[in-house]
């Protein structure tokens, strides 16, 4: 056996071994029971606090999903001090490089800091709630969180999408006010305006009086365009949030049987076919 190995203190080394494995398993136990903890903690918190202050559940989640990135970075950090802190290390070489990776970090952490500045002004003058339907930067969709680096939105298709916050140069939130429910329908030439427009005002009558989501209309505002083969009629009316889209659904529906009972068309294409001897034109 080469003497190098025998040289070797193999006891040293593997009780040293033990000792650091077993301070990285209570790290690790301390870590996890911290973690548990602090969240349940956090949840309660502002749990209590939006039942006595009267806050409103949206702003309330908001910060919730804040404090908990907050705590979650913290504890990491916590967790890498104190894993590093176990290995003995002569930080003398280390110390010569100092500036030079400084400085690399610096230039890599531009972008961290402008995420978590533009962040703290989006949160500090309430742009934006969890729950919101809003359009940030070219996405549509509902804010599930509001982080110190990034906003998380999930798009009506349901895909979630991660959105740095120094992206955020236009913010559009489409929850802070009532909604438009807007529908277009078309009639043919032949049909007699006054009369559908009748017939379509009835009908958002009586949808308004079955519709609770509704605050204001629907209403026929009357022709808003002339086309090749139709003219264009359309109904305006305001919706709480989020409900524009069924309260127009709704509508057409009711607009399209309508329409039919009063014998008021609907055009469509028209293909004609023209029948000379056995060769047929279009």
Known sequence: MPEWITAIDWEAIMTKALTVGMQ????????????????????????????????????TQTLEKLALNVFSYILIFI?????????????TALIA??????LAIGFGAQGLVSDIVTGFFILLERQIDVGE??????MDGVVEEVGLRTTKVRG????????????????????????????DISISYDDNIDEAVRVMQAVCDRIAA?????????????VQSLGDSD???????????????????KLRKALREALDENGI??????????????????
């Open 79 to 91: 967790l890498i001090t104190l894993i590093v802190g176990i290995f003995e290390y002569d930080v």
């Open 210 to 222: 079955e519709e609770e989501a509704i605050v204001e209309g629907p209403d026929v505002l009357g």
């Open 24 to 59: 990285l398993i209570g790290i690790l136990i301390v870590f996890f029971i911290a973690r548990a903890v602090g969240r349940r903690l956090i949840t309660s918190g502002f749990a209590k606090m939006s039942a006595q202050r009267n806050i409103s559940e949206a702003r």
């Open 156 to 183: 009506f298709d349901g895909t979630v999408h991660f959105i740095p916050n120094r992206e955020i140069g236009s913010l559009s939130n489409h929850s802070r006010s009532n909604m438009q429910a807007i529908v």
């Open 231 to 249: 003219v264009v009629i359309r109904i305006l009316g305001k919706t709480v949030n989020m409900e524009q889209w069924a309260v127009e659904r």
């Open 133 to 138: 339907y809003v359009t940030i930067a070219g």
């Open 97 to 102: 490089g100092a500036g030079i990776i400084g």
């Open 265 to 282: 068309e609907i055009p469509f294409p028209h293909q004609v076919n023209l029948y000379k001897g056995d060769q047929v034109t279009g």
